[in-house]
């Protein structure tokens, strides 16, 4: 996967933060330590946006489509 520069911009506070983690080799350099950050709030982000759209469905109507679909296959199923 190619790697691409940005120029961001940060508070004092945080960039201190950032370089002490780096200092104590929790992250290798400035770079990384904002490159997992960002990974990490996407994927939480992802998970939320999926957590969502499952509280949108009907349970009863999910249920009623799934049993649909089994009753006309449960007969051609083999018996072990």
Request: proline share 4%; hydrophobic share 35%; with cysteine.
């Amino acid at each position: 996967m190619s790697r691409n520069k940005v120029a961001i911009t940060v508070n004092q506070n945080t960039l201190d933060r950032v370089d002490q983690l780096v200092s104590q080799h929790v992250f290798p350099s400035r770079s990384r330590a904002f490159e997992e950050a960002l990974e990490e709030k996407l994927k939480r982000l992802d998970k939320s946006r999926l957590a969502r759209e499952c509280a949108k469905l009907d349970p009863a109507f999910e249920k009623s489509l799934a049993e649909e679909g089994l009753s006309g296959e449960i007969d051609e199923w083999p018996e072990y």
